[in-house]
């Protein structure tokens, strides 16, 4: 499993110039530093709203102004500075696979792939004339079930697909010998977001519950099918049960507890009623001895449901979620009908993203490596793997003593917890080996043929890891990817070549705010190989429990004031954020900070930092945290984060983190009475 900063994004930037500072380089003669450039503070100026004390609202102070002028775009559901950065990431793509969609290529060549790929989703005159043909082949396997002996197979059958799967099976690190892989298994099927769409009784959420199921209706009647208002009914109540069965977010956070480890054979002893058998030779794993179970009380319970359930309840089921997983590469008319649920309804959205926009995301999802390696290309310069090796560096060496001068943990405990940071890998920019794509044929007249050969390629690839090595080079996201994570079982943090880019590095800004944004970006992503989750891993990238008892007690009672912290923040209407859910993103924000700032300190040598429009160093670089935040949200975008997402918004992310930090209120003079000041009893202070 991999921990993300965010969501998306895309885009790149040297970081050749980061060792630049306001203060003297440490390798610079007294002449050189005399001739050092003079740098700005990369504070956005004109975002600000200087009407608002930053002791009072720190977000407001940085960002007010900007949130005042900006409308969020009619085809998004959301605008901040990770929405701006993949605006200017899309348009890079774009132009790469425009030019090569300009051209002829030879037969299989990557270049060929990319241009066909994105030509087949823009040709939508073939997609209007072929209608429901592409899936004809699919419905009609549907129509000749015969038993729920053949539902078992045919859900094996389509795990390359994840359309109407109510449980998928992937291969991974195992996490307790990550040296090998193993097959897992988790729970699916849902049409909505989260199993709470469906259990919970407020207005709202009945009204969503009624425009789901009119989709549903509408399905039918563009396919031409009878009784869709019962086979909605029909397909809601199925969706209901299973969310009934399922297991919250929040639990499916607990590493021990979703790491459940079975031989088949106690699979189907725990979950009887289902052809576990028949499922696992249908989807190419009848060798495999072991696999884990994620969640084994949905296991027992689906089992006994499928059986409950009537053929052709499924039948329908089936095909609903058919419809559902192709709309955008069907007619118009599906395409239309889908946005208008899960854009309009569900995410606030006013228009559809233009058909080219769609193209190349929908290149990027299926060819994303191929796309990638032609980006770096472009848009990536080399010398800045050696900058942010450099910084990498600077914080370990941060954290390290901040792990030595934690009051609350125990020396046992500090050895482990430095020994696992210095098992850290770093990976900066793009792979070393690139993914090829040789398993996959694309064709510029047959969109659903391609994605249903990519979902092939993929998942043969993914099963193709067993009994393998585990791979050292492999990433989690392509380069064009504004991101970066970390990996618990590689104990790896990765930083993609988008991420180095404002407002995360400004080339020709002071040090302070590229500690307070970048460094606090990377000391994000190192804090979570110690969040709560994190932290029950070791070195290796097994989860093993290294901590004493008291030690674990000391972590429970910090991590519960987060907790609380985050519960009462209280974001649109009735919706509190999730405390338990965000718990190791809020830790890893507050973490990253802290160590950033000790870094940033570090980086003085003890000289004062400059002062720069205003701002002194420190000030500067909780500035430069605050900028790269700004977001705005639609209201149903906002409750689909409180909702289903694990990260706080934006706003949160800033007022959180800060209210816990006394080198936030040293720096700002923050007084008891303020709007940032907490008691110091409730601060929280963990790494």
Sequence with gaps: MTKSLLSTVALAVSLALTGCSGEAPVNQSPSQQQQAPTLSSGIELHNMDTSVA??????????????????????????????????????????????????????????????DLFRSFLDTE?????????????????????????????????????????????????????DQYITAATQSGLGMPDRDYYLKDDERSLQILQEYQNLIQRFWQLAGWEQGEQAAETILAIERQLAEAQWSRIQNRDRNATYNKMTPAELAESAPGFDWASM??????????????????YFTDFAALQQQIPLSEWQDYLRFHLLRSSASMLPSAFDDASFDFFGRVLSGQQEQRSREKRAVQTTEQMLGFLVGQKYVERHFQPEAKARMDEMVQNFMVAFSQAIDELEWMSDATKAEAQAKLASFNTKIGYPDVWRDYDCVTIAANDLLGNARRSAQCEYERMIGRLGQPVNRDEWGMTPQTVNAYYSSTMNEIVFPAAILQPPFFDVIADDALNYGAIGAVIGHEITHGFDD??????????????????????????AQLMIDQFNAFNPIDDLHLQGALGLGENIADLGGLTVGYRAYQNSLQGQPAPVIDGFTGSQRFFIGWGQIWRIKFRDEALRQQVITGPHSPGKYRVLGPLSNMPEFYQAFDVQPGDGMYREEAVRVKIW
């Design 280 to 297: 696992l030779t249908a989807a190419q794993l009848a060798d495999i001895d072991a696999l884990v179970i994620r969640q084994p009380s």
């Design 54 to 115: 930053p002791q009072q609202n720190f977000f407001r102070f940085v960002n007010g102004n900007w949130l005042e002028r900006t409308e969020i775009p009619a085809d998004r559901a959301r605008w901040g500075s990770f929405d701006e950065l993949r605006e200017v990431a899309e348009q890079h793509v774009l132009d790469i696979i425009l030019e090569l969609a300009e051209g002829q290529h030879a037969q299989n060549s990557d270049a060929q792939k990319i241009a």
């Design 533 to 558: 989750q994190g932290r029950r891993s070791d070195g290796e990238g097994n989860l093993r429990d290294w901590w004493t008892e008291e030690d674990e007690r000391q972590f429970r009672e910090r």
């Design 126 to 178: 073939t997609i209007e004339s072929l209608g429901l043909m592409p899936l004809q082949p699919e419905l009609d396997r549907i129509s000749a079930l015969q038993s729920h002996a053949d539902l078992a197979k045919l859900w094996g059958e389509w795990q390359h697909i994840r359309s109407g799967v109510p449980m998928v099976l992937f291969v991974g690190q195992d996490q307790r010998q990550s």
